[in-house]
């Protein structure tokens, strides 16, 4: 009976041993959480809209926001009245020394003294993967973020801000 038992146990685990061995993840396999629909980091989103920059889509670790923006090589700037709870420009975008375009408005340069009426950077959240983007309640001075959470900075012409893609 211990005989039977050990082989039926030293099968059981030889079958899961191999079912896992095709499983194993390379280096550069991104790790994932125990649940498979959530990401082990925090996916960060910028969309640089009217500006023209190219857009990026990024997983980093999860922690503050301003740190998770710096790791994913986002770098942003606040304004002179709110500091970092308001962005300003996103890897120096607007430049303060052109002028920005939106259509319909008068052309401007982004001083960073103040809230812009014209465009502005909007903060969004998304608390997982599969959620609604949310309008960010706290700015990325005080916003922290955990794993599976995502960060999204839209630049937006107006006051309709419409949610990252991605």
Known sequence: MITRTRTALSVALLSAALALAGCSASPSTPVSSPDAQTPAC?????????????????????GPAKDVLEAAGVTTEGTLDYGDQVVC???????????????????????????????????????????????????????VLTEGQSVGLVYTPGTDSVPPQG
């Open 42 to 62: 925090v996916t960060v989103v910028v969309d640089f809209g009217p500006i023209g920059a190219p857009s990026i889509d990024s997983c980093v670790d999860a």
């Open 89 to 143: 420009r996103v890897n120096d975008l607007p430049s303060p020394d052109e002028e920005v375009v939106i259509e319909g408005q008068v052309p401007f340069t982004e001083t960073c003294a103040t809230l812009n009426s014209v465009a502005y950077w909007a903060l969004w959240v998304r608390s997982t993967p599969d959620a609604e983007w949310e309008y960010a309640q706290e700015g990325v001075a005080t916003l």
